[in-house]
């Protein structure tokens, strides 16, 4: 056996990596769902959120290797530009899909947000390689 201890991603980062996911596959079927009801401009306008979440859904799968503290930063900012202007919009849908749109990616980001600042999360980011 090895003397070297072998290093196991904290909880918190698992449970960060599942939410992205999840966020990413509701963020293709929110898009599927409400496609036909919008026009080019409201497809534009509301695939552009998503377009982030799927870039830090690409990103948390970097956890588990090589990843420093750029990458937590990075997810966090990204995070943070999808709930942030989701948040003020929430009061402007005039549907049900629209809103539940809207929901489910603050319902899913904030966590996201609060679990990336915990410190085994940045104990994580800051390991020696």
Do not use: H, K, N
Not at 37 to 59: D, F, H, K, R
Not at 83 to 96: I, Q
């Amino acid at each position: 056996m090895s003397d070297v201890p072998e290093r196991v991603m904290p909880t918190p980062l698992r449970a960060v990596q599942i939410l992205l996911l999840t966020l990413a596959l509701a963020g293709i079927v929110s898009m599927l769902a409400l496609s036909d009801s919008l026009t080019a401009y409201g497809q534009g306008e509301m695939m552009a959120p998503w377009l982030l979440v799927w870039v830090s859904a690409a990103l948390c799968l970097t956890y588990d290797g090589s990843a420093r503290g750029g990458v937590r930063t990075t997810t966090l900012v990204l995070m943070a530009l999808v709930v942030l202007p989701t948040v003020t919009r929430l009061g402007e849908a005039a549907s049900p899909g629209p809103f539940l749109d809207a929901a489910v990616r603050i319902l899913l980001g904030v966590p996201v947000i609060v679990l990336l600042f915990l410190p085994e999360s940045t104990a994580w980011f800051d390991r020696e390689r």
